[in-house]
Nanobody
Framework: QVQLVESGGGLVQAGGSLRLSCAAS????????MGWYRQVPGKQRELVAH???????NYADSVKGRFTISRDNAKNTVYLQMNTLKPEDTAVYYC????????????????WGQGTQVTVSS
């Protein structure tokens, strides 16, 4: 089965840091881009950070200067280093992979992780 497995969420104090990790597993040959999204109840899921296979990145304005996205292509893993966390960063964070190529199909797949809760206390 092709899937994304996330880790690193939890409860932290305002001003603290967390690092989220997400690894893609299965018969994957390559991944074009990976990213992190977040969602709070009653609101639309929003992009937090995005990174291509060539390490081009983009961030939501609300996290620029505080969050850093990176990836290890050999491990099909993406990371999100979150510093200077604020209560408004509290959300369920979802890992995403786009343009996923597998050995058994010509299609490009889009994958989502199960979500991991990040809670920042004031």
């Amino acid at each position: 089965q092709v899937q994304l497995v996330e880790s690193g969420g939890g409860l932290v104090q305002a001003g603290g840091s967390l690092r989220l990790s997400c690894a893609a597993s299965g018969r994957i040959s390559s991944i074009n881009a990976m990213g992190w999204y977040r969602q709070v109840p009653g609101k639309q899921r929003e992009l937090v950070a995005h990174i291509t296979s060539g390490d081009n990145t983009n961030y939501a304005d609300s996290v620029k200067g505080r969050f850093t996205i990176s990836r290890d292509n050999a491990k099909n893993t993406v990371y999100l280093q979150m510093n200077t966390l604020k209560p408004e960063d509290t959300a369920v964070y979802y890992c995403n992979a786009e343009g996923v190529r597998v050995y058994y199909s010509l299609a490009r797949l889009v994958l989502w992780g199960q979500g991991t809760q990040v809670t920042v206390s004031s």
